[in-house]
């Protein structure tokens, strides 16, 4: 199974909402991801979880909220958010935090704040 | 950060080969050179991977000159589903360097 999957797809939520995205690879890596990605843009890293701990924050304001419950699962707790945070979600994992190997991205969510 | 350039858009016809440059003047001595192909509404795609000289994979080739400051991914053979965005990315792992993605080339294959 060399499979990043993410839930929902799509994603419609008021400014006042909570809401979560959800992440899921059973390959055994260590090492998850979230980017974010605006329309004709590059995708942005948000957070790096290495061995389910937090490495990597680039600086993404707390109204976003990862978890990393297990090696399996990545969540993005969503609160109070912007419509300028309207934009695809993005997951990867990479087997091995530390070495050289590829990342396994996700479909993605698409999410839009109204 | 190994800040990467590469041409904004590309335009090539179905069967020919395909050359996409990227420079990376300030790569660092543990960096490699990470290629990723993305389809809209969908998640890049790992092409290749290399650190110098040359790699070939069933997909495309990697050319990495000896001083290491560009990179060029070789697409053989072009068809109309190769019309996608290109990304170069140049790091570490473990750093976020290896995590900054340039802003890609749109390659767009006519037939």
């Known amino acids: 199974d060399t499979e990043v999957t993410q839930t929902p797809k799509h994603l419609v939520m008021g400014m006042t909402n909570k809401k979560s995205l959800k992440c899921e690879q059973h390959m055994g890596h260590r090492a998850m991801y979230w980017y974010k990605q605006k329309a004709k843009k590059p995708p942005e890293l948000m957070f790096v979880y290495s061995y389910e701990k937090l490495s990597i924050n680039e600086s993404v304001p707390s109204r976003f909220s990862p978890e990393c419950p297990n090696s399996s699962l990545l969540n993005l707790h969503l609160h109070a958010l912007q419509p300028e945070d309207s934009a695809l979600y993005l997951c990867?994992?990479?087997?091995?935090?530390?070495?050289?190997?590829?990342?396994?991205f996700g479909p993605g969510t698409r999410l839009t704040v109204t | 950060l190994a800040k990467t350039t590469q041409p904004i858009s590309m335009d090539s016809y179905e069967g020919q080969e395909v050359n996409i440059t990227c420079s990376h003047n300030n790569i660092a001595t543990n960096d490699y050179i990470t290629w990723y192909q993305q389809f809209p509404s969908q998640g890049p795609r790992f092409i290749i991977q290399?650190?110098?000289t040359k790699v070939t994979n069933e997909v495309a080739s990697l050319f990495i000159p000896a001083d290491r400051k560009s990179s060029t991914l070789s697409l053989p053979r072009v068809s109309l589903s190769d019309t996608a965005v290109y990304y170069c990315?140049?790091?570490?792992?473990?750093?976020?360097?290896?995590?900054?993605f340039g802003s890609g080339t749109q390659l767009t294959v006519l037939p």
């Open positions: 990315l140049v790091g570490t792992e473990g750093s976020a360097r290896q995590l900054t």
């Open positions: 290399g650190y110098k």
């Open positions: 990867a994992s990479h087997q091995t935090p530390g070495l050289n190997y590829e990342q396994y």
